[in-house]
């Protein structure tokens, strides 16, 4: 190949580029008639009303289509989805209840909102509350191993008809539910 046939190959690779950069360009434009006052014929279609990603994890959360159990289930992985989206050392505060409910509505590093102000999830003051309106309570081994715990039916904490789900996936039942160490705690502060 001499090298004249370099430069018009060259020359015809950019020319082949430039051409297919205005063409998907010109795509994706709507279309626009040109007169006294521009107006659009025709846009891209915009994506409305999709339910954000911890809406379609709790899709069912608190109905009684599903049990408490599940309700709680669903709330872990919801957290869990949560970590990987948002990502790093600590994607979820390790903090209140509140603190919890914040981030997932988008009060994080990631600004990622999760679910919506209005979800059944949410209680008037901003936190998240189990089938029965009594705030969830979250304790957190480390950022990767949240129990969660429901006050069950008689929406008191710390009896035996709460619900708690471990980091593991196994719900604790009879001795393990109220041990000492846990109600003698909670029982100082009444």
């Given amino acids: 190949m001499t090298r004249r046939h370099y430069y018009i190959f060259l020359l015809l690779a950019v020319v082949t580029a430039l051409g297919l950069i205005l063409w998907s360009r010109y795509q994706s434009a709507p279309l626009v008639i040109m007169d006294a006052a521009p107006r659009v014929?025709?846009?891209?279609?915009?994506?409305?009303?999709?339910?954000?990603?911890?809406e379609s994890i709790l899709a069912h959360y608190g109905e009684a289509s599903q049990t408490p159990q599940e309700?709680?289930?669903?709330?872990?992985?919801?957290?869990?989805?949560?970590?990987?989206?948002?990502?790093?050392?600590n994607p979820l505060p390790l903090g209140a209840n509140e603190d919890i409910a914040n981030a997932l509505r988008g009060k994080n590093r990631a600004h990622l909102r999760f679910l919506p102000d209005t979800h059944p999830a949410f209680n008037a003051k901003g936190q998240l509350v189990d089938r029965w309106g009594t705030p969830l309570f979250f304790h957190a081994n480390d950022h990767s191993r949240i129990?969660?715990?429901?006050?069950?039916?008689?929406?008191?904490?710390?009896?035996?008809?709460?619900?708690?789900?471990?980091?593991?996936?196994?719900?604790?039942?009879?001795?393990?539910?109220?041990?000492?160490?846990?109600?003698?705690?909670?029982?100082?502060?009444?």
């Fill in 41 to 54: 014929l025709s846009q891209p279609p915009l994506v409305q009303n999709k339910p954000l990603i911890g």
């Fill in 71 to 89: 309700d709680i289930m669903w709330m872990a992985r919801s957290l869990e989805n949560f970590a990987v989206l948002v990502k790093g050392d």
């Fill in 147 to 190: 129990d969660i715990r429901s006050a069950g039916p008689d929406k008191i904490m710390w009896t035996a008809d709460d619900l708690h789900r471990r980091y593991d996936g196994r719900f604790l039942k009879g001795d393990e539910l109220l041990a000492p160490s846990l109600f003698e705690t909670t029982s100082k502060q009444r």
